[in-house]
């Protein structure tokens, strides 16, 4: 499927491309430079080495149907790590991962509630598991007692993050509107925007009849859940109206009057003198390990070279499905087998240089991106240098196919990486690749790759993408469908980005509101 571009940012961006820099700016661009700057001739011989043509190999060895679709764990999973790690050393990287590898590994465990064993109060009353309370999506129920006051979150319209809020320690209970689904973009919002600010947990009114509520909720008190190393995961759970409504009463509020907030701003009503109390017992079914990919090429500035931009794409995808025409292994070869083999090219390219760039470099390769973002999660909380000196993520996934020439930047309007990626666009008009806004800001993109993780804590990010399709997540997303000759002029951008913001005095700023509602301090 091909997504319609907003002509007036296209045309915009290409009458930029087609002016060029004008003299003044690019004097202060040479003054940026430091002597010992890659040149000219070594940027030219670099970029040449990303070709559609091994973009098309890498793609093919990575979404072969020897490799199964790439699942988190698996066997071929494992196969896909080591193939990159092989490649990165080949490179000549610096191994970044566990015990002096390129591997850096988290373990996984898959866990089933014990709802016998499980309890919850709220204001006293007590909730059974089941028959009043249980678990919401996929997320993992913490092991162990949780006990804090109440926040309750109604109305969906967008509204600023009440300034002084800390739900740290705190339980919320978000009241959606009546009967509505809680897989609408609006509601997700908002219960991302909860669990990034860390509560204890996250309760959710549910207002369905006896037998819908039954059916999801004996669902949920089977489903196993998995849990990511010793990341501290959040409790997400469906509660139903019928014990809330009492238990609000009593505290001098209506949840129907909650409920009918449809389209209100979000309010937030300080319920704190509600006690919550949840001790989630869960058993282990199986311990299971995934791996990410890390290597560092090091700057060559003494002081600047301990700082990183950080190259990012997950190599998992969903593994083997359903047969569809007789083909049940979804390849993944644009998502995100286009990403991963653009990282590698440009882990290449950068090598290749013979005076390398002021800031040092990370090539990160994760997975479990397609169950929750796992890798980077694990990542960006045990990093192998301290996160605070990464200066940027740009994340590529999903770069393969769609327009052969743009390119889809998200999170340009959050720090000024946007301007240098306009700026690095404008001067290579040749490339013939032109980046552009989010174009479908309602499907919340910003939240769903890896990149996600490294801005909510702290590192400003771009995220470039261009587009799901008719292939997505389907056997059908196959090697002969990715455009090669258009990935690598991404490729060439990104490494062009790349070197500009490793070669700059003054490391990317945030966007102070973007960095209050992203990073939240």
């Known amino acids: 499927m091909t997504i319609a571009r907003p002509a007036s940012t296209l045309r915009g961006l290409l009458l930029l491309a087609l002016l060029g820099p004008c003299p003044a700016a690019a004097q202060a661009q040479a003054q940026r430079q430091p002597p010992s700057a890659p040149t000219a001739a070594s940027v030219a011989q670099a970029l040449a080495t990303i070709t559609g043509e091994d973009i098309r190999r890498r793609v093919g060895v990575i979404a072969a149907d020897s490799m199964r679709g790439r699942m988190t764990p698996s066997p071929e999973l494992e196969e896909t790590a080591a193939w990159i790690a092989s490649e990165f050393r080949a490179f000549g990287l610096e191994p970044a991962g566990d015990a002096g590898g390129f591997l850096q590994r988290f373990s996984l465990r898959t866990l089933v509630l014990d709802p016998a064993g499980s309890t919850a109060t709220v204001g006293g009353s007590e909730l059974r598991f089941g028959r009043d309370v249980a678990p919401a999506f996929a997320y993992v129920l913490p092991n162990g007692r949780r006990e804090g006051p109440l926040w309750v979150v109604s109305g969906t319209a967008s509204a600023a993050w009440p300034e002084g809020l800390s739900l740290k320690g705190a339980h919320v209970l978000l009241v959606p509107p009546v009967r509505a689904d809680v897989g609408t973009p609006a509601v997700i919002a908002l219960i991302r925007a909860v669990l990034a600010a860390e509560p204890l947990g996250i309760w959710i009114a549910n207002d369905r009849p006896d037998r819908d509520w039954a059916y999801a909720a004996n669902t949920e008190l089977r489903r196993q859940h998995v849990q990511v190393g010793d990341l501290d995961t959040l409790a997400v759970l469906s509660v139903r109206d019928q ?71 997950h190599m998992d995808h969903i593994g083997v499905g359903d047969p569809v025409a007789g083909d049940s292994i979804n390849n993944g070869a644009d998502d995100d087998a286009s990403g991963t083999s653009t990282v590698v090219e440009l882990a290449q390219a950068f090598s290749s240089l013979p005076v390398r760039p002021r800031r040092s470099i990370i090539f990160l390769t994760v997975s479990g991106e397609e169950e929750g973002l796992w890798g980077s999660s694990w990542f960006t909380t045990h ?71 490294f801005a ?30 258009k990935t690598a002029r991404i490729g060439k951008l990104l490494f062009l980005l790349g070197l500009e913001v490793a070669d700059r005095t003054v490391r990317p700023q945030w966007d102070p509101a973007s960095r209050a509602s992203i990073v939240g301090r």
């Open 243 to 313: 014990v809330l409504a009492p238990i609000l009463a009593a505290a001098g509020m209506d949840l129907g009057d909650l409920r009918a907030r449809a389209g209100a701003p979000v309010r937030w009503d300080d319920a704190r003198r509600l006690v919550v109390s949840l001790d989630a017992r869960v058993n282990t079914v199986s311990d299971a390990s995934a791996p990410n990919v890390v290597g560092i090429l090091r700057g060559s500035d003494p002081v600047l070279r301990d700082e990183f931009v950080v190259y990012s794409a």
């Open 383 to 453: 990093p192998p240098v301290p996160i605070e000196r990464m200066v940027a993520d740009l994340n590529i996934d999903m770069v393969g196919r769609n327009w052969p020439d743009t390119i889809v930047a998200i999170g340009r309007e959050h720090s000024d990486l946007g301007a240098t990626l306009a700026q690095v666009n404008a001067r290579h008009p040749e490339l013939g690749m032109t980046a552009i806004d989010d174009p479908w800001p309602a499907e919340r993109f910003y939240q769903r790759s890896d990149h996600y993780n």
């Open 456 to 485: 909510r804590r702290g590192v400003p990010i771009l995220f470039f993408f261009s587009g799901t399709h008719e292939d997505y997540h389907r056997p059908s997303d196959e090697v002969a469908r990715i455009d090669a000759e």
